[in-house]
């Protein structure tokens, strides 16, 4: 495992961007999981900023998301959908063909999530999975407890994650109970992943995974012993 910590949400941003930026350079056609949230914002910009400047060529890879609000429409502004076209897939120069994105309200939730797996196996399978860690050591979706060999389905969130995630929104949009994510085996079948962790939130789940121990009650220890994971770390995280 590469570990790079690093000082401050510009750092934090620059050295994800550089590791995106060199899988691109390898592979331009890479088959990429996108996270939403906070913490891969700032990467997104990057990426951007890289794209405008010549240093990366977005448009020839597969993107896909990791999860999804079950039942919310991709228009609805709170999807995951809408979040990853606001911050990134709009202003990039992507061909829509080149983007899947989990349709949360699709009447069979189930067969989309069938869909999506089969969409990202048609292009040979994860490159790149991109991914944040939540305070309760969740990557996607996947909650503590959830099985490690799990392709996209439906799972119940947490109450903490769905805390975690209102916070995001200043209007009155209740998170609904249930999500859809690429589940953790296919997450470890990612050729290479690249790990986000910021926020003091995380530093317990963080630990968790430096430990190296898998561990059920720490989805995001599914990864210890993965290949080629780069975790890139806030540094005021760092213990010891
Ligand atoms: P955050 O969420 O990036 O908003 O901290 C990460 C996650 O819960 O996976």
Redesign the pocket.
């Known amino acids: 495992m590469q570990i790079e910590w690093t000082d401050g949400e510009e750092s934090f941003a620059d050295r994800a961007a550089k590791h995106v930026a060199a899988r691109f350079a390898d592979k331009p056609t890479q088959t990429v999981a996108l ?6 914002v700032g990467l997104y910009r990057r990426l951007l900023a890289l794209e405008a400047a010549g240093a990366i060529r977005l448009g020839a890879a597969h993107y896909f998301n990791l999860d999804e609000y079950v039942g919310v429409p991709q228009a609805d502004s709170h999807s995951f959908a809408a979040f990853l076209h606001r911050h990134f897939l709009d202003q990039a120069a992507i061909a829509p063909g080149q983007v899947r994105l989990l349709q949360g309200d699709a009447p069979d939730i189930a067969a989309e999530a069938q869909a999506h797996d089969a969409a990202v196996a048609a292009q040979g399978g994860l490159d790149l999975a991109i ?5 309760n050591g ?3 979706f996947n909650e503590p407890g959830a099985s490690w060999d799990a392709t996209t389905h439906v799972v119940p969130l947490t109450q903490e ?1 769905r805390a ?2 209102a916070a ?1 929104f200043a209007d009155a949009f209740t998170v609904p109970s249930e999500g859809v994510t690429m589940g953790i085996g296919m997450l470890r079948a990612a050729r290479h992943i690249l790990l ?1 962790v ?2 003091a ?2 530093a317990q789940a963080l630990e968790a995974f430096l430990a190296g121990r898998p561990d059920p009650s720490w989805p995001v220890t599914a990864l210890c012993g993965h290949p080629s994971v780069t975790l890139v770390a806030d540094s005021a995280l760092r213990r010891g």
Do not use: D, Q, R, V
């Open positions: 996270p939403t949230g906070m913490t891969p991914l944040g860690l939540g305070a969740h990557i996607a994650t975690a995630n995001y986000m910021s926020g939130s995380k």
